[in-house]
């Protein structure tokens, strides 16, 4: 979602009970960087607390290209195997 909710400026952000919060009170976060202040220690003790629910989570606009989730190691090979054809194509002279 795109809210204020944290900083006052319009972020992309997954969405939280703070960020929902807002929404459902209708209500304006204050201006950047007073909604900084508000926002901020509640925010740090969500993540401290491992509450995912509460946490902010920035989200920039390739969230949406998200289509699984997939092991690190298959992704590292993917990788990998691009390289090894990048390198396998390309010209030998200097």
């Given at each position: 979602?795109?809210?204020?909710?944290?900083?006052?400026?319009?972020?992309?952000?997954?969405?939280?009970?703070?960020a929902?919060?807002?929404?459902?009170?209708?209500?304006?976060?204050?201006?950047?960087p007073?909604?900084?202040?508000?926002?901020?220690?509640?925010?740090?003790?969500?993540?401290?607390?491992?509450?995912?629910?509460?946490?902010?989570?920035?989200?920039?606009?390739?969230?949406?290209?998200?289509?699984?989730?997939?092991?690190?190691?298959?992704?590292?090979?993917?990788?990998?195997?691009?390289?090894?054809?990048?390198?396998?194509?390309?010209?030998?002279?200097?």
């Open positions: 979602m795109v809210s204020k909710s944290v900083t006052g400026k319009p972020a992309r952000i997954i969405r939280t009970k703070w929902q919060a807002y929404v459902d009170a209708k209500m304006d976060p204050l201006p950047m007073f909604q900084s202040m508000v926002s901020g220690q509640i925010l740090t003790s969500g993540q401290l607390a491992k509450r995912a629910d509460i946490a902010p989570g920035f989200a920039g606009q390739g969230i949406g290209l998200i289509k699984k989730v997939r092991p690190a190691q298959e992704i590292f090979d993917d990788l990998v195997e691009g390289c090894k054809r990048a390198i396998a194509s390309a010209p030998r002279e200097i």
